[in-house]
């Protein structure tokens, strides 16, 4: 492995899975706007007042919402991300930019990510002062 300087820091995942894996983390917020706002919306207003401008509900087949509630319960049933939060916090510590420990942040994440069938890139970014 190259020898990087200490204010020289890795990020960027390139991945053919990538938007997978940032789709699961923001899964439940999802689910729970789509379910808000299904339930949110109310019968057309028999008033003749100009009604208030609302958002525009975003809509999803049944299909997709039945496959994202799957992917949201797969999620919450699963120990997975509560493991790698604790391998990070307690054998890999803090990680400022630029620190030894960002760099053993960034190798573990890589690691794990081409463990289960990613194809992962590294690259160089400078960081200016913060180490």
Not at 25 to 46: D, G, N, Y
Not at 54 to 60: C, H, K
């Amino acid at each position: 492995m190259k020898h990087r300087s200490k204010n020289e820091s890795y990020r960027r995942f390139d991945s053919r899975h990538s938007w997978f894996s940032g789709f699961l983390i923001f899964l439940p917020i999802v689910i729970h706007s789509c379910a808000s706002t299904v339930h949110a919306q109310s019968p057309a207003s028999t008033s003749t007042s100009t009604p208030s401008p609302t958002a525009t509900p975003i809509v999803f087949s049944t299909q997709t919402l039945a496959d994202l509630k799957r992917l949201q319960q797969a999620a919450l049933n699963s120990d997975y991300a509560y493991r790698q939060v604790a391998h990070l916090a307690n054998n890999i510590g803090p990680r400022l930019s630029g620190s030894a420990q960002a760099a053993k942040a960034v190798e573990y994440v890589a690691g794990e990510l081409k463990a289960i069938g990613c194809e992962v890139q590294l690259e160089k970014v400078m960081v200016p002062h913060w180490v």
